[in-house]
C-alpha cells in the first residue's frame, strides 16, 4: 500500500462521491482506480458493462429482486 498525491479539488470530489457511494473516501479512490484501469484495458465496454462484468466475477446475481419494475 502506498500514498498518492492528489490534487485537492479531486479529493473534494471524492470525498463527496464516497458520501453518495456509501463507501470510505479511499474505497471510492480505489474504485475509481479500478474502473478506469478497466476502461483502459476494455475501451469497447460501457460503464453499465464493466460493471455488470466485475459484479458476475463477484459472484453476484443480477436477477431482479422478486416484484422488481422491469
Not at 485537492?8 to 456509501?22: N, P, T, V
Given at each position: ?41 476494455n ?28
Amino acid at each position: 500500500m502506498g500514498i498518492v498525491n492528489i490534487e485537492d479539488e479531486l479529493h473534494e470530489q471524492l470525498r463527496r462521491a464516497s458520501k453518495a457511494s456509501c463507501r470510505s473516501i479511499n474505497g471510492q479512490a480505489a474504485f475509481w482506480m479500478r474502473i478506469g484501469m478497466l476502461g483502459e484495458l476494455n475501451p469497447g465496454l460501457t460503464f453499465q458493462e464493466l460493471a455488470a462484468r466485475e459484479l458476475k466475477a463477484a459472484g453476484v446475481d443480477g436477477a431482479p429482486a422478486a416484484g422488481a419494475a422491469a
